[in-house]
Nanobody, 124 residues
Framework: EVQLVESGGGLVQAGGSLRLSCAVS????????IGWFRQVPGKLREGISY????????FYADSVEGRFTISSDSDKRTVFLQMDRLEPEDTAVYYC?????????????????WGQGTQVTVSS
């Protein structure tokens, strides 16, 4: 059974940090790409970062570049999103998703599997 389980969300003050984790099971970790998305009510799901475990390439959206860092631990089959210098505008539900083909991207349609989401709230 394919599963993606996010953890690490919470409430933090502006300027603070959080680290999200996405634990992956049910398919070959080294071949996939894992993307991080976020969504606020009434808005489209936004792709903010992804990493191709297969190729090692990473991507950041302009909105998070320089503040967020994506990384992975193959032994733990986990992808992390380190979020620093958080802003109130970062408040959203954050999701990780898996692309079994290993390419990644910012369009939600490229990903077959999704986690349940974790809430991140940044207070001003």
């Amino acid at each position: 059974e394919v599963q993606l389980v996010e953890s690490g969300g919470g409430l933090v003050q502006a300027g603070g940090s959080l680290r999200l984790s996405c634990a992956v099971s049910g398919f070959t970790f080294r071949n996939v790409a894992i993307g991080w998305f976020r969504q606020v009510p009434g808005k489209l799901r936004e792709g903010i970062s992804y990493k191709s475990i297969r190729s090692g390439s990473v991507f950041y959206a302009d909105s998070v570049e320089g503040r967020f860092t994506i990384s992975s631990d193959s032994d733990k089959r986990t992808v992390f999103l380190q979020m620093d210098r958080l802003e109130p505008e970062d408040t959203a539900v954050y999701y990780c998703a898996a692309d079994r083909l290993g390419w990644g991207g910012v369009r939600p349609g490229k990903y077959e599997y999704w986690g349940q989401g974790t809430q991140v709230t940044v207070s001003s």
